[in-house]
């Protein structure tokens, strides 16, 4: 373990502090045979890979005893996103108040202000907070604070390497977002892709998404809020290339 520094923001660093043991590993293994009215054996000192895999995978409650600390120095408002999760989450994150810190002034201080954030979450929580905020709709900057984290946690525990990833390919291919990506979405056909405008940097990305949202989410080049200007509008829907209206989609051919 060591303070991993994002290459692409370089005011995000992530540190893993805290996980669990093979005892703990033995523990969740006693209560979830407990459930089925049978006891652990004392000459048991490990458990199987593959029976961890199943019990992730299964998300049965016993997981819940599983916990992962992290402390992350990120962006303030970064933070704010992560504090919205907190079911099976912890969070610990240093004051901003004036007469707690000589840094800067708290009433002035920008949202971009570099803030230390220790969050404690168990595995199911660590699980639903990869299925969110690594969906390609999440903040750039957040994604990639929990893209570290999941890393982190795969390098020493591979049986999590197939669960913590978006929901949407958690759920093979399956999407429930309000506005989805279009990462599995098709026009009539296989061999047409739908994704963000890779030619987009971030901060013209999230220029984009905000206009939509202030406009209910319809498309903010259209004059009129209809199903058809419904982000992502129709002319994009129908259109076999090219980019949409207000330039964050674009949809592609793919050659077979």
Not at 15 to 37: A, F, H, Q, R, Y
Not at 143 to 153: D, G, H, K
Not at 167 to 182: A, D, H, I, Q, S
Request: charged residues 25%; contains cysteine.
């Amino acid at each position: 373990m060591g303070i991993i520094q994002s290459e692409k923001f370089p005011n995000i660093k992530v540190e893993m502090i805290n996980s669990p043991s093979e005892k703990t590993w033995l523990w969740v293994k006693e209560c979830t045979l407990n459930t089925v009215g049978k006891k652990l054996k004392s000459s048991t000192n490990s458990v199987d890979f593959e029976w961890k895999k199943k019990l992730l995978s299964c998300e049965h409650s016993p997981i819940r005893e599983l916990w992962f600390g992290f402390r992350l120095n990120i962006p303030y408002w970064v933070s704010v996103h992560l504090v919205r999760h907190h079911v099976g989450f912890n969070h610990y994150v240093q004051t901003q108040r004036n007469d707690r810190q000589q840094k800067y002034d708290r009433s002035l201080a920008p949202q971009g202000e570099t803030v230390s954030h220790i969050i404690s979450l168990n595995a199911q929580a660590l699980m639903q907070l990869a299925h969110k905020r690594l969906c390609l709709q999440a903040s750039p900057e957040t994604r990639e604070v929990v893209r570290l984290m999941c890393n982190e946690v795969v390098k020493q525990y591979p049986e999590f390497k197939e669960l913590l990833v978006s929901l949407c390919v958690y759920r093979n291919g399956k999407c429930t977002e309000m506005f989805p990506c279009g990462k599995f979405k098709s026009n009539q056909s296989n061999t047409t892709r739908v994704s963000v405008n890779p030619e987009l940097t971030s901060e013209e990305e999230q220029e984009i998404r905000k206009a939509i949202k202030d406009n209910g989410g319809y498309c903010p080049c259209a004059i009129s809020k209809t199903d058809e200007t419904l982000c992502m509008c129709k002319d994009f829907r129908d259109m076999k290339e090219g980019k949409c209206h207000c330039g964050l989609y674009v949809k592609t051919h793919v050659k077979d």
